[in-house]
């Protein structure tokens, strides 16, 4: 996993980020409630909502449908300590550094096999904070799964 900046994100993910920051106005990052989901039409089945829990947990409120094709599996409604797939170490490491920095995390993970019995592949994501009150609350995340031989999955 590599930390990137925002201008090395494939250009949908920039865009994604775009919006977020038109939302947030002059605030450090914007309430979920400013969203309607109109709003998330570019990026439907590539975005994860995941709610901040108070007992230092997450959870997938939306498991996007593209990751659930491409792994297989529906995380919706699931708790990250629940989860035994070891990805969900690598989304988590990720998570507590978009929570502690209050600020949008971007990442680019290399070509690999990932889970047992997988294909290899890469991936991106963009980590996104929503809150009220200068407390996060839930994360958006928007990613893309690319295939060793450059699909989209």
Not at 60 to 67: D, E, K, L, Q, R
Not at 135 to 141: A, Q, R, S
Request: negative net charge; aromatic residues 12%.
């Amino acid at each position: 996993m590599r930390e990137v900046t925002l201008d090395e994100l494939p250009q949908w993910l920039r865009d994604l980020h775009a919006m977020w920051a038109a939302k947030k106005d002059a605030l450090v990052f914007p309430p979920r409630a400013s969203f309607v989901v109109e709003d998330f039409m570019p990026w439907i089945g590539r975005l994860h909502l995941v709610e901040v829990l108070p007992d230092d947990d997450f959870r997938f409120v939306i498991y996007g449908a593209s990751t659930n094709v491409s792994r297989r599996r529906d995380y919706s409604g699931l708790k990250l300590s629940e989860i035994a797939d070891p990805l969900a170490r690598i989304w988590e490491q990720g998570y507590r550094n978009a929570v502690a920095a209050r600020t949008p995390q971007f990442f680019h993970h290399p070509i690999d096999v990932y889970a047992p019995r997988e294909e290899r592949v890469s991936w991106w994501r963009a980590i996104l904070p929503l809150g009220d009150g200068g407390k996060v609350t839930h994360l958006l995340v928007g990613f893309q799964v690319i295939a060793e031989d450059g699909r989209y999955l």
